[in-house]
């Protein structure tokens, strides 16, 4: 599989393989942590999402540029995963739940802080890495496999990714069995209503007989809330703690293999991101060409990046999760969480299928221009949303199911429907995110890879701090209308990368 490729590729795919197990650890239980722990609501807690996730890949941007200017990658990189571990140590500390009266800007500023020191680890670790094994590519022997070397990397470190939310998971639901009690999705959010005073009378008599259903078999409804509560927010704490395993196991294999990435510092000039000048004029050009894609693309990430917000909020509120429940004995696998293993599985799936037919159609010169397979992905990407819409025709609203304190299981939709959205959503990944990668690697200026690289993360930056957008619209307008959103966001992306395209395929030449 890395035949072909540079030696420094595998290290690198390890390395990151083992830092997005500690990121999407961290990320598939984040907005439901927010929710449990502060009570906070669907838009509370998307704002709060959709700021970290800015963050994160803003701060690449910056960080590409403090790479570029020493031209020390390799130090940069590891500083960031250090940086990273230690903001996973300060929201992995459990702190009192429910959260003392008082004490609520308090705590939630240590989580807030915590989520600032991994943005900041990611923004000098993710996009410089990735301009790092753009520079192995520069090297005249493997540039023909830029694309399927990119391919790979983002194929690897998923794998990461696919274990990552059950780790969370079953970290949560085994701190919670182990102390008497059966986990229930609905629980936290009627814990926290009951507590306030907030709870309607139908909500009530759902909360107690979902109490009798965990285990609990007493009359103080308060104290069960508060008993219940703590426990899985301190599970929820505890999976962050895994990430932080993760985060040091990636640090070791980074750190062993340094040697095998490239020094653009030590490197002669027509190898691994030599410092070229160019034309002034085509410089511009390049840089054009990449700012337009990424304006492009941030419609994209809005609509992608609900994976984690309101496709998760879906899983925990309409589908029947009694329906993917998984027994280790030990624990049980159950959780709308579970869902976030399904998009990284279908990359590491699909990867090669998709790699064989782009390798199929080099070989018989039909294979499309990076360019317009990112058009294609866009487009391919709101038909996952046109599923969606399709599937929640007459469901309820969100702020019926409050009402109601939940919808019975038989309610609920297929969990088939959100497979078959991730399945969905992970080809037009594929044909986006990995390939927009190389795109900048091949078009980007050499004295500004890194740069660049952290520009095309902060075009995820905006799209992502767009986000909550998509929560306010998940509980202010019916659900079904609320996918219709993203369907118009895809297609004005896809649309406007099919009107540039001679222009980015000449640029790209």
């Known amino acids: ?34 929710m449990s722990k502060f009570g906070l609501d669907e838009t509370k807690a998307g704002i709060i999402y959709s700021i970290f996730y800015f963050s994160i890949y803003i701060l690449a941007f910056f960080g590409g540029i403090i790479a570029d200017r020493t031209r020390n990658y390799k130090r940069i990189i590891m500083i960031g995963l250090i940086l990273m571990s230690v903001g996973y140590l300060l929201i992995a500390i459990p702190t009192p739940t429910p959260v003392p009266d008082g004490a609520f800007g308090l705590y939630i500023g240590i989580t807030c802080f915590g989520l600032l020191v991994i943005a900041m680890g990611n923004g000098l670790f993710k996009g410089n890495l990735q301009a790092l094994v753009g520079q192995m590519y520069d090297n005249p022997e493997y540039s023909k496999q830029r ?84 426990l899985f927010v301190v599970g929820f704490h505890y999976a962050f703690g895994v ?3 993760a985060m040091l196991i990636s ?38 060409a990449l700012f337009a894609v990424f304006a492009v693309v941030i419609f994209f990430w ?16 309409y589908t029947n999760l009694s329906q993917i429940k998984i027994n280790l004995g030990f624990t049980t696998l159950q959780g709308a969480e579970i869902f976030q293993s399904i998009n990284p599985f279908f990359v590491v799936f ?81 044909f986006i995110s990995p390939l927009g990668i190389s795109f900048v690697s091949k078009v980007a200026p050499p004295k500004y890879q890194g740069i660049m690289q952290g520009a ?35 297609l004005i992306s896809m649309f406007t990368m099919l009107a540039m395209l001679k222009w980015l395929e000449r640029i790209t030449k």
């Open 456 to 490: 095309w993360l902060g075009a995820t930056a905006v799209g992502n701090q767009l986000l909550f957008i998509g929560a306010i619209f998940y509980k202010s307008i019916p659900i079904s209308y609320t996918w219709l959103v993203f369907v118009g966001a895809c």
């Open 1 to 34: 599989m890395f035949k072909n490729h540079p030696k420094g590729l595998l290290a690198a795919s390890l390395a990151n393989m083992g830092e997005r197990f500690g990121f999407y650890t961290m990320m598939a239980i984040l907005s439901l942590f927010l």
């Open 350 to 430: 699909l990867t090669p299928i998709v790699m064989g037919i782009f390798g199929f159609l080099r070989a018989r010169g039909k294979e499309p221009s990076t360019p317009r397979k990112i058009g294609i992905g866009m487009g391919i990407a709101a038909l996952a949303y046109v599923l969606m819409f399709v599937s929640s025709i007459g469901l309820p609203s969100k702020s019926t199911i409050i009402e109601m304190g939940g919808l019975p299981d038989v309610q609920r939709v297929t969990p088939l429907i959100l497979i078959g959205t991730y399945l969905i959503l992970t080809v037009a990944e594929l």
């Open 302 to 317: 809005f609509s992608f990046h609900q994976n984690g917000l309101t496709l998760t909020f879906f899983a925990k509120d």
């Open 251 to 288: 640090l070791v294999i980074y750190l062993s293999n340094k040697k095998k990435f490239p020094d653009p510092t030590s490197q002669p000039d027509h190898l691994h991101g030599s410092i070229v000048d160019l034309d002034v004029n085509e410089t511009k050009q390049r840089l054009y």
């Open 243 to 245: 990430a932080i395993v």
């Open 147 to 230: 694309d399927s070397g990119f391919s790979l990397f983002y194929m690897f470190i998923n794998v990461g990714a696919i274990f990552a939310p059950f780790a969370a998971v079953g970290m949560r639901n085994w701190w919670v069995s182990s102390h008497g009690f059966a986990y229930n999705a609905d629980l936290p959010a009627l814990c926290h209503e009951q507590l306030n005073g907030s709870i309607s009378l139908d909500a009530a008599r759902r909360f107690h007989d979902l109490s009798q259903q965990v285990g609990y078999n007493g009359l103080d409804m308060n104290g069960f809330a508060k008993e219940y509560l703590n």
